[in-house]
């Protein structure tokens, strides 16, 4: 009996051999490979979605579909324009190519001419060249989309013109495309073409105009474009105060959400490749389940045993799997978790340094006359900077614990950008002898004697 159970689970195995050979016969097209690729990009996936496309542009290539082909190129161009924008032009340049040896569709042509413009402008920008590649490119996009009335992408090919003439530096320019880019653009394409607005009248210090556009955007459940909104208002609200030191202090703070922001993406890029490789594994475990029943049911109804036994062990399984499915979701709203608390960390931070404003505004007062600041106000003074500036001078008096006091309210005075002669006015000496007080200090103290080097340049280190 037992030899003829064995005998007759050989034969199961056999028949399982032979389906999955068939099923082999068949391999995969490019055109499931993208989709697979885009897929996986669409859940954050990024290394996974590189693979697959290199994979497409190889079968595409094979089976001389240009279509896919150029397609891929293009998705992989885009998934490396952060990392490597060098190698997203490079990729981009044989998108293009591809199309132009074999056009299928005026749209897509705008779309490449348009993202190889704005890479060669990324590179441009980077090593400080010429944004003349980028301008040809789309200008050339531009020509074709107005040409063949495609609203859409004439919003698209403005808005990237807009950028690159903000980082030109010719703000007017790029406010000018930024409007024609706004007066064409539909509902979903106008955050774009906003965003280049805003940033051109903040660059220009006309703030008001700057608050309207970002208050425009509505971010809806894009959490890094409601980051971008906030932390510009943010900076609109302290360059209003004036408060210009403690400016960069807030974008520290900001940065440290787009850090949160970057992990929640990389959590979740895990949690999608480990949910991927489940649920190949529940496709090929429910695959093999049905092949087995199909075949050891026809044989003799004596292998339902072995079949039984294997389901229990699928179900086992799956159930194991739906439990590490919970972890890694519980994981992910962790991490939106600390996302919301940074947020608040950052509101409370504002709101610190505007509950602290008369203490400024006293010490930039301008003229010749005495300032006087009180032992509490000094110490507002130390706090505020110590929340803003990673307990800065607290660290100092740690390492310089022989520093006096006169010397530490120095630092201090210095770090915030006052002026040699408000200093003079609350230490009552002369400019001159502040500037032999900060001579000495950073010889004496800090060990210094380079002097290209200032007590500021040292502070800020």
Known sequence: MFTKTVYIFMIGVLLVAYSCKQQDQHPQTAKACLEEAEAALANDSVRLGESLLRKTIRLAEESKDWHTNYIAYQRLAEALSQSNPEEALRLMKKALAIYEQHPDDDHNYVLLLDYAGTFAAQVAFINEGSFNEALSFIHRAYDVAKQKRMNDMMCQTLTSLANIAWAKEDYRQALDYAHQAESVATDNLRPGPLQVLA????????????????????????????????????????????????EDSVAEAF????????????????????????????????????????????????SLIVISAMVLVV????????????????????????????????????NFILERTEVMKKLNQSG?????????EWNEIERTLNAIDNNRFANLREQYPNMQEDDIRLCILTRLGISNRTIGNIYCITVSAVQHRKLKLKKDVFGETNPDITLEQILTK
Do not use: W
């Open 199 to 246: 940033r051109s009248y903040l660059s220009l210090n006309m703030l008001d105009s700057a608050e309207t556009v970002y208050r425009k955007i509505n971010p809806a459940d894009d959490v890094h474009l409601a980051y971008i909104v906030q932390s510009n208002l943010a900076k609109i609200a302290l360059r209003r105060m004036g408060a210009t030191q403690v």
């Open 255 to 302: 940065d440290q959400i787009e850090d949160f922001y970057y992990k929640a993406l990389e959590q979740k890029d895990q949690y999608y490749q480990e949910t991927l490789r489940q649920e190949m594994e529940n496709q090929q475990l429910e695959y093999r389940s049905q092949m087995y029943a199909r075949t050891l049911f026809i044989i003799v109804i004596a």
């Open 315 to 350: 179900r086992y399984r799956m159930r194991a799997q739906r439990q590490e499915k919970r972890q890694l979701q519980q994981e992910a709203e962790h991490q939106q978790t600390m996302l919301h608390q940074a947020n608040e960390v950052v509101a409370f931070l504002q």
């Open 368 to 376: 010749d006359s005495l300032i006087t600041l009180k032992p509490h």
